[in-house]
């Protein structure tokens, strides 16, 4: 069954560090994949999102992301991390034909000053 | 303006009763979701609808069942309540229901069952 994993549940990073999160899917061929951010007590907001093609995304406030699949996976990453980046990020999977959208476990990220 | 709403913003439920979550969308979309986010689980899908139909229902329970009386409605009811059924339920959108499109979600319904 297709499923996604990231790794690390909680990541702490400096203002202005670089940031990157781990995820890691399975399935069968190429899938849709996303990246989704979720702000304090608010609903999920869309990243970036890949279709096949270019293997580097590039989305929202300076997140990119990397499709890799000989490594089955789909980092995220940022060169310069802000105190509004504290959040917690969700990787998700969409199969081709598909409707559900699965998610992974989601990382935190914690910004210090 | 959120263009999803949801209602209410929290609940607090008895074990055996039943509720009803509300949500409307304002995006002109077709196609609306049911996720739960729960402690225990990360956010888990839970039923899809297109242009007011049944899609897929990935929810082993009856006790839970949609509900769309207008197109922009997709409404949750949750009968005989379990302390279990505690989460957060985040209703969505997407123009079309296609597997490529970007999903849109509601700032949740955060339930606690006593």
């Known amino acids: 069954a297709q499923s996604v994993t990231q790794p690390d549940a909680r990541v702490t990073v400096s203002e202005g560090a670089s940031l990157q999160l781990r995820c890691k899917y399975s399935y069968f061929g190429t899938p849709y994949l996303f990246w989704y951010v979720q702000y304090p007590r608010q609903g999920l907001q869309l990243l970036l999102k890949y279709y096949p093609g270019d293997p580097v995304v590039q989305g929202v406030n300076g997140f990119e992301a990397e499709f890799s699949k000989s490594n089955s996976s789909f980092h995220l990453r940022k060169a310069s991390v802000h105190w509004s980046d504290w959040a917690v990020y969700f990787c998700?999977?969409?199969?081709?034909?598909?409707?559900?959208?699965?998610f992974g476990t989601g990382t935190t990220v914690s910004v210090s000053p | 303006d959120p263009k999803i709403i949801q209602k209410p913003k929290y609940l607090v439920a008895v074990t055996g009763s039943e509720k009803i979550l509300i949500c409307e969308q304002y995006l002109g979309h077709n196609a609306m979701y049911w996720y739960r986010q729960s402690a225990k689980k990360p956010l888990e899908f839970m039923f899809s609808?297109?242009?007011?139909?049944?899609?897929d229902n990935q929810t082993a329970s009856s006790r839970f069942q949609p509900q769309s009386s207008k197109k922009n409605h997709l409404d949750l009811q949750i009968t005989a309540l379990k302390p279990d059924d505690s989460a957060t339920y985040f209703c969505?959108?997407?123009?079309?229901?296609?597997?490529?499109?970007?999903?849109?979600f509601g700032h949740g319904t955060k339930l606690s069952v006593l």
């Open positions: 969505a959108s997407s123009q079309d229901g296609l597997s490529n499109e970007r999903l849109f």
């Open positions: 609808y297109s242009y007011q139909k049944l899609m």
């Open positions: 998700a999977v969409s199969l081709r034909g598909g409707r559900a959208l699965i």
